[in-house]
C-alpha cells in the first residue's frame, strides 16, 4: 500500500495547490441504439457559462477510432444551429472570424495524428448562457471470442505522448485530471435486433436490463447513476444465437450526384468464416515470434483499482511467461522492449529451445517499466529491418498502453510490411489508443485486443495465439454475382486476413438497375493449407428502408480512410487525393482529416473587448495531467523536495515528459546520471522565491472542494473485482520444459501442495519420473484448471505430444491412479493422449 500513499499524498498536493477555474461542460448524455451489430450514438454536452465575461470553451476528447461522425448540432434556448462539414481550413477561418466578432461558433474537429482524438471549440458563449452541443456517430461493434458485441464509450483520454521534434497538433492539447471531473454522464441504451437478446454485461454498474418485446428482441438499459469518469464504459451484447452471415442493402440519396457513392445503393456484407475442423486441429511448429513490450514509465500503473490488482507491466510479465512456453518446438523468437530507446534480449532471433527460453525468462523477471515515453516507431523500424528466416513467417505481438501521438506514421509504417509481417496487438488498461491497437492488426493483417479493468490478460493473448499457430489463410477472392446490368464496386480494402468465427466486413457499391432479378450472391474464396475453401452468401438486392444512411456512413468512412492512407503514402497526386477526401466527407456527412462541423449562430452578435478567454475541459486521466503540473509552475506554487523525489520515482514518464516539456522544452535523457540532474533542476525550479501560501504533502485545503482536480482515494477497491486468491497455474507453467515435459521434483509437488514423496510413492515402478510428472500435470490442469483452458491449451498440447513419444505402458492405470491422488475423474481420451 506505500505505492497509492505516497501517490495519494502527491494527488493531494496537486488538488489543494493548483490554480482551479470553473469549467463550462457540466452534463453528457448519451443515448446508444444498437440495430444488430452497428451502433448509433447520440452525445448531449450541455454548457453554462457562469463567469462575467464571454467564453471559448475547448474541449478535446475521445471517441472510437472508426466511428463515422456524422452530426453536429448545438441549441441556445430555442434556436437550433446544424452545423456543416467543410474544408477544415476553410472552417478554422470561418470560426476565427465569428469568435473574433462577436458571433457564437461551434466547430469539431478529427486530430490529424490520431482518428480516434476529437477537438470541440464552443466559441463565444455569453456569461449566463445555457448552450447544448450534440454529437451523433455510428460504429461497428467488434465480435468478442465468447461471441458477445462490445460497444466501448471512451471516457478516459490519457495524455499522448510526442516523440521529439514531431508537431502534435490537437493531440498536445489532452487536458485531462487524475480523478474526478467536475462534469456527470447518462447513459442509455436501446438495443433492437432480428435475434432475441440473451444478457447485457458490463465492466459499470448498470440498471436491470428491460425487454420491450416477450421475445425479447428489444430490450433498453441504464448505466447508473454516479460514473466517475475513471474507466470506459464497455457494454457486451449477447444474442441467444450465435452470428450468422447476413447482408443488408441500403437505397442511396435520390439528390446526390449521379455515380457517386451516396447516390447507389450499399451493400453491407458480414461474414463468418467457418474452417474445416481438421486443418484446424493442427498447429504449426514454424514461425518466428517477436514479443514487442512497452516498457514505458505508465505501464507501472495498476490494472484496475480492485483488491488483488497487479501492475501493468506484472501482468505483462506473467503474460509473457505463459507464451514463452506456449510456443511449438521448431519455432525462432525474440523479446523487445521500448519506451524512449528501445533494446532486445537477443540480437537477431534464436531457435526455440531450452537454453534460449531459460535466458528469456531470467530477463523477464528483471523487465521493469524504467524506459521513459511512448516511442514505438523506432524498434518497429528496427524489426522490420531485420531478414526474415526462411520457412518461418515472422509474427509480431505488440503490447502497449497506446499512449503515442504519431499514430498514423506507425501504421503507415506495420502496412509497408503487411506482406511479410504479421501484427497482433493488445491494448492494456484504460485510454489505450483504439487508433493505434485497432490499426496495428488492421494494417498487419492480426488481430486486436483491449484488456481493461480486473480482466485478465492472458486469456485474450492466448486467443491470439491460436489465430497466430493456426494455418494462415491466402489467396482470398471476392466475387460477385448480380442481376443483369448491375456491378458492385467494392468499398472496403482487400481482404487480406481471416480468422475462425471472427466477423469479416464488406462494403460495396451497387451501380446500374435491375431489369428483373432480385438476388444476388458473394463468393468468398480462399486456401488454407493447399486445399480451396468457399463461403457463399445470397442476398436480396431490394433496399431495405429501415437503416436511413447508416451503411453509406459507414461505408463512406471506410473509404476516407482508405484515401488518408493512400494520400500519406503516395508521390503523385496528393491535391487530387485530398479534393476526393474533401468531396466524399462533405457528400457523405462524414468527418475526415481535411474537414470540419462548423456553425455559426449570426443572429446574435456581442463586442468582445481584447482576446477571448479560454476554458479547457479536462477529460479524465489515470495520471497527473500536464495541465495541473502547468498550473502550479505558471501559479509559482512550491513542492516539497521530498514530494516530488517521490513524484519522480511513482508517476508514470509520461507525465514527467510533459514535465519536462512544460519547463525545458528538450528531449528526456535515459542515462540514471542524467535523470538525477532532471530532478534537482525540477527542485531548484520550485525551490524559487514564490507565492507564500505553500502546502506541504499531505495537508488539506477545504477550498480545494468540487473543483477541477479533485482525486478520489486511488486504493479504493473496485466492487466488481474478483476476491484475491493465490493463482497456482503460472507457477506450474513456469515448471515445464520447452520440450513440453516437467520434472519430478518438489517444486512441482509443492504446487500440487504435496510432497515429492507422496508423487514419488504413488508412481507405477515401470513409469519414468518425468513421465508420471507430466501425466500429472496435465491430470491437474484437467481436473483443477479447466475454466483456465483457453490459458494453458498450447502447454498441455505439447505435454501430451511429449508423453505419446515416450512409448508409455498401461496410461489408463497411471490416469486412475493420478485421479486418486487428487481426487479428479479425468479420462486418458480427455488429456488427449
Known sequence: MML????????????????????????????VRVQDHVASVSSTLQYVNEEQRPLEALFVFPLPADAAVCHFSAKIGEQEIVAE????????????????????????E?????????????????????????????????????????????????????????????????????????????????????????????????????????DHTQATVNLSPGHMFDRDVELFLYYQDTHQ??????????????????????????????FPEEMMSSLKNQGEFVFVMDRSGSMDCMMHRGIGAQKCIESAKDTLLLLLKSLPMGCYFNIYGF?????????????????????????????????????????????????????????????????????????????????SHRCFSFGIGEGASTALITGLAREGSGHAQFITGSERMQPKVMESLRFALHPAVSNISVDWTLPERVTAETVSPPIDVL?????????????????GGSEGSVTVKYSLKDQQVTNQLHFCIKPTEETGLVIHQLAARTLIHSLEQKERSCDGDFEGIRNSIVELSVQAGVSSVHTAFIGINKDTKQTVKGPLQQ???????????????????????MVAPECIQEMSYHLAPRSQNWFERLIFRHHKPTAPEQKIGFMTK????????????????????????????????????????????????????????????????????????????????????????????????????????????????FVAQKAAAWIASQKVGDLSQCVCLGNVLFGCEVTKDTLGI
Not at 15 to 23: G, K, Q
Open 4 to 31: 497509492f500513499s505516497c501517490m495519494c499524498d502527491v494527488l493531494q498536493y496537486l488538488r489543494c495547490c493548483a490554480v482551479f477555474v470553473s469549467v463550462p461542460l457540466k452534463s453528457i448524455s448519451v443515448e
Open 85 to 108: 462539414l467543410q474544408d477544415k481550413e476553410t472552417a478554422r477561418d470561418q470560426y476565427d472570424d465569428a469568435v473574433s466578432s462577436g458571433q457564437q461558433a461551434f466547430m469539431l
Open 110 to 214: 478529427e486530430s490529424a495524428e490520431s482518428p480516434d482524438v476529437f477537438k470541440l471549440s464552443v466559441g463565444c458563449l455569453l456569461p449566463g448562457q445555457n448552450a447544448a452541443v450534440t454529437i451523433i456517430y455510428i460504429t461497428e461493434l467488434a465480435v468478442q471470442a465468447d461471441q458477445s458485441l462490445r460497444f466501448c464509450l471512451p471516457a478516459v483520454l490519457n495524455p499522448r505522448y510526442t516523440p521529439a521534434g514531431s508537431d502534435a497538433g490537437i493531440v498536445s492539447e489532452i487536458s485531462s485530471v487524475c480523478g474526478a471531473v467536475p462534469y456527470s454522464l447518462t447513459l442509455s441504451v436501446h438495443v433492437s435486433s432480428p435475434k432475441p437478446i440473451s444478457k447485457l454485461e458490463s465492466n459499470c454498474t448498470l440498471d436491470p436490463l428491460v425487454f420491450l418485446r416477450s
Open 245 to 274: 452471415p447476413s447482408a443488408v442493402v441500403e437505397a442511396g440519396v435520390a439528390t446526390a450526384p449521379s455515380g457517386s457513392l451516396m447516390k447507389d445503393p450499399v451493400v453491407m456484407i458480414s461474414l463468418y468464416p467457418e
Open 339 to 419: 519506451g524512449s530507446r528501445f533494446e532486445s534480449f537477443f540480437t537477431k532471433s534464436v531457435e526455440y529451445n531450452q537454453d534460449k527460453m531459460d535466458q528469456a525468462l531470467k530477463k523477464v523477471k528483471e523487465m521493469r517499466a524504467d524506459m521513459g515515453g511512448t516511442e514505438i516507431l523506432q524498434p518497429l523500424a528496427h524489426i522490420y529491418s531485420q531478414p526474415c528466416i526462411p520457412e518461418h513467417p515472422r509474427q509480431l505481438f505488440i503490447f502497449t498502453d497506446g499512449e503515442v501521438e504519431n499514430t498514423k506514421e506507425v501504421l503507415d509504417l506495420v502496412k509497408s510490411h503487411a506482406h
Open 499 to 515: 480468422f475462425q468465427g471472427q466477423r469479416t466486413l464488406i462494403y460495396a457499391q451497387l451501380k446500374g438497375k435491375s431489369s
Open 615 to 637: 476554458r479547457r475541459v479536462p477529460t479524465c486521466g489515470l495520471q497527473v495531467s500536464s495541465v495541473q503540473i502547468q498550473d502550479l509552475i505558471e501559479g509559482g506554487y
Open 682 to 793: 525540477v527542485q531548484n525550479f520550485f525551490s524559487r522565491d514564490v507565492k507564500t501560501a505553500t502546502v506541504q504533502c499531505g495537508e488539506t485545503n477545504s477550498q480545494s472542494q468540487n473543483y477541477v482536480g479533485e482525486m478520489p482515494v486511488l486504493s479504493s477497491p473496485d466492487p466488481a473485482a474478483p476476491e484475491l486468491q493465490q493463482d497456482l497455474l503460472l507457477p506450474l507453467v513456469s515448471l515445464q520444459k520447452t520440450s513440453g515435459c516437467w520434472e519430478l521434483d518438489a517444486a512441482l509437488a509443492a504446487v500440487f501442495g504435496k510432497t515429492k514423496d507422496e508423487l514419488t510413492n504413488q508412481k507405477p515402478a515401470q513409469v519414468d519420473g518425468s513421465v508420471w510428472a507430466t501425466l500429472l500435470a496435465l491430470i491437474w490442469l484437467y481436473g483443477w484448471r479447466k475454466g483456465q483452458q483457453v490459458e494453458w491449451q
